[in-house]
């Protein structure tokens, strides 16, 4: 279907799917996994996911690269090569997580840091997606071109050529 002929139509559609975008955007919860260490405690790594469910995990493991674990045979690793690895769960847009301010100082400051942007982005196509649908009942149902002479039969445009 062409969207010029229907321009109020797709006006609509494509208001109606920003504004469902901005709903996931906005509502789904999200999850932080990073990575801390004690000799550089600053969080790292930070990646997000959108999920439903999550389970706030820390797990502890070496983060020793280029040495076979399997030859160390209970040698000592020492502790600067243990890494924390966190999974933690950061709530939506408006909501905080329920285990978030356990991991003081960093977890508020990780999940602020990967709302921040789905506030500002989700916000944005909230108020774009309401905007086309209200602004799309001032478009035309039907293009004009399609209600011009020329495309009535040419028998009526030869009488209206003659005045008749």
């Known amino acids: 279907m062409n969207p010029i002929r229907r321009p109020r139509l797709w006006a609509r559609l494509a208001a109606a799917t920003m504004f469902l975008i901005a709903a996931w955007v906005l509502l789904v919860p999200i999850t932080a996994v990073y990575m801390t260490s004690d000799a550089n405690p600053a969080p790292r790594n930070v990646s997000s996911m959108y999920s439903w ?3 706030e995990q820390d797990l502890v493991y070496s983060d020793v690269v280029g040495v076979d674990l399997a030859r160390l045979d209970h040698t ?7 890494a924390n690895g966190i999974r933690l769960g950061c709530g939506n847009v408006f909501t905080t997580g329920a285990h978030e301010q356990l991991q003081e100082p960093d977890g508020p ?3 602020s840091g990967l709302d921040t942007p789905r506030r500002i982005i989700g916000l944005s196509l909230l108020g774009l997606g309401v905007f086309g649908l209200l602004a799309a009942v001032k478009l035309p149902a039907r293009a004009d071109r399609q209600s011009n002479r020329y495309r009535q039969p040419y ?3 030869r009488l209206l050529k003659r005045g008749r």
């Open 53 to 55: 469910w999550t389970t």
């Open 76 to 82: 000592y690793v020492e502790q600067d090569h243990l």
């Open 109 to 111: 400051q990780v999940c």
């Open 155 to 157: 028998s009526q445009r």
